[in-house]
């Protein structure tokens, strides 16, 4: 299959079966302490997941079940209460170069250009790049978000969808290894998502990044997954994780009109109807 | 690594073609909505002053009260385009006070500013400054500023020393107390998106918190202005020999209303021209926030 062609060139140094784990996490319990209330909320419990270099894993689940807060446990934003998460073999103690990530409430500077918030990651870390390659990948990586023209507005001056492609530039353009995505498409029209998901899905086959990808869009989730994890409901906990197996890149091959696809969607969508349901028992 | 340069999106560039931003020409409603402000408040203004003056002469109210708007402006014509001859004690010009009260309020609040914004910024950043120095804060932030002007003159006189102390006092908690909650309200989400993005400790401080707190920081000037302001006059009028107030004292003991009414006047133009300065230097450093208001 294409897929494990191109991901098999894409590894250092592969594994056995052409593997190599990139984020482990073994037992990850991790919550919130209210302060207010003196209590403390599990977020996810027992979260046991290997996820491979290159792979695209798309996380679902009903609101509030913690998949948030798992990808910031990725990025080291939260701390494990138990069991451990590790990037490339080492636990994360804090953020570093090698992820990058796309924010829900896209966490853009406000008193930054578009511009300068694409920008923002060359400040921050030094990833010895000449000044003329920094200029040059802002301006290709504004281009790929299609906001080209826009680089001296402010956030204040975007819509919600142009917002969030400024975060999408800004998590592209230092080339991480890992890519942390949290509904990066939500505040997009259906049109302009679908280009954009087809963009992507073209960009990380040929990066070789590792993804791991929030959606609330069943449709996007097996449209652009290779594997795709249900969580369920308070604490969040991993109800099933179902491989995608469609030929890549999946809008060449027009997979929507598979069998495949509507049974894995329906499969899905099945899952997260009765968390959804669990959820709305829950708050009854 | 990406190989980006066949991007080529026909579909979905219409939507954020660049070419979508236009010049577009005047109105007439644009045009009025823009300077219809100015000529209401000029017609205003004047079919104001030409009520008083008026009003005035019809004699209904003694000019010791209440004197007419041409010799108001007469005292103040007079007042800023004459100075006090060199060796002079006492000036009667409205020019000399006002520049003496300008430079007082002006090094008042540039130390309230060197105080106030470092010690803002330590509070909100730390919590053990915070433990320590807020019970006092408030305390001094809440005590009407007014009452410390006898204490003040007893320790140092009449003196510019003094005036400059009351401004100082009267600006530094605006600022302090601003800089402090623009530094615990900073947006929790920017700082994890700036340490995701590898900002070190003094980054987070440098290009998170401070720019975020700069429009509190200014809106506390703001507010500093218009206290310090009000300290400069109160601790002219209790005594000293200069300065605005004073001479709003000494034309009162002199029954000048003329010059009395002139020197307000000249207040509430010094005021709003800095406050105006200071929503000038808001939109200029923090034009995010400008539009929020618009
Ligand atoms: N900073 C926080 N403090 C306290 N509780 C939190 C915090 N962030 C999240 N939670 C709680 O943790 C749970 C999981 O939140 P999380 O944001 O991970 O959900 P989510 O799956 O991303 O939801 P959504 O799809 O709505 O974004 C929620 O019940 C929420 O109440
Ligand atoms: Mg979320």
Redesign the pocket.
Known sequence: MKVAEAKALSESSPAADGATPVIVSKGLTVG?K?HRERKQ?T?LRNINLTINRGEFVVLV?P????????INAIAGLVEPWEGTIEVNGRPVTGPGPDRGMVF?DYALMPWRTVESNVRMPFELQNLNLSKEEMNERVRRYIKLVDLSGFEKSYPYELSGGMKQRVGIARALVSEPDILLA??PFAAIDAMTREAMQSELERFVANTGQTVVF?T?SIDEAVILGDRVVV?SY?P?QIKEVVDVNLPRPRFDYDVKMLPEYGEMRDHIWRLVKDEALQTARGVQ | MATLDDSDRTSVEAHTDPSRIQDTGWTMSEVWSRYGPWVVTIVNLTAFFCLWQLFAMSGAINPLFLPSASSMFEALWHGLTTTAPPGAVVSGSIADHLFYSLRNLSIGLAIACVIGIPAGLLMGGNKYVEMILSPYVWALASLPRIALVPLFILFLGFTVKMQITIVVLSAVFPIMINAWAGVKTTEKSLLAAAKVFGASRSDLYTKVVFPYTLPFIISGVQQGIGRGLIGVIIAEIFGGSNGLGYLIRRSADTFNSSLMYAVLLVLVIVSLTLIQFTRWLEAYVAPWRHMDRL
């Open positions: 919130y209210l909320l977020a689940g609101s509030g079940c913690g998949k948030t807060t798992f829900q949290d509904e929030i609330h969580i308070r969040g």
